[in-house]
């Protein structure tokens, strides 16, 4: 078999690199010229493959991790933003309502204002028809007593003719 460790490996890392080189030597059909295949280069690049892979396991379980959390604040993004477009559709809601609410409450102001007028000027004509009644009785009371009063001064004159007659 071939030598020590090959390239950066340690003495130690040679010894695996030798396991690992037997272990496939093994497992491979029995050529006589199987040794010459597993030059030590060849051996510690066999060797760093197997020593990464672990970390590879571990890279691949942290690219998962990852993975999982960017899902996990995408939706917990999504939800946020979706809570918010809730919000904002209840708070226009309101708004639209209240909006309503104090549509209604200027129309039933604006009618109440026009019935006050209305009342008001309704008033203001009653008043002026009693004013012009009690005008009108007045003038006719007045009529009346110069009526009575021409009446009495004629039945005075007339008592005067009779008794000058007389």
């Known amino acids: 078999g071939g030598g020590g460790g090959g390239g950066s490996s340690g003495g130690s890392d040679g010894d695996n690199a030798i396991d690992v ?12 010229e199987a040794a010459d295949y597993f030059v030590p280069a060849e051996a510690a690049r066999v060797n760093e493959v197997t020593e990464t892979q672990p970390l590879d396991l571990e890279a691949e379980a942290r690219t998962e991790e990852r993975q999982r959390r960017l ?4 939706r917990e993004e999504e939800d946020a933003l979706r809570a918010k477009v809730e919000e904002t559709d209840r708070v226009r809601a309101e708004i639209n309502e209240k909006i309503r609410l104090q549509a209604e409450t200027d129309e039933q102001a604006r009618l109440e204002a026009e019935v006050e007028e209305k009342d008001r000027l309704r008033a203001e004509i009653e008043e002026k028809q009693l004013q012009a009644q009690v005008e009108e009785a007045g003038r006719i009371a007045a009529e009346k007593e110069i009526v009575e009063k021409q009446a009495e001064a004629e039945v005075l004159r007339l008592q005067r003719e009779e008794e000058e007659e007389a």
């Open 21 to 32: 080189v037997s272990s496939v030597a093994a497992r491979a059909p029995p050529l006589p």
């Open 71 to 74: 899902q996990r604040e995408a």
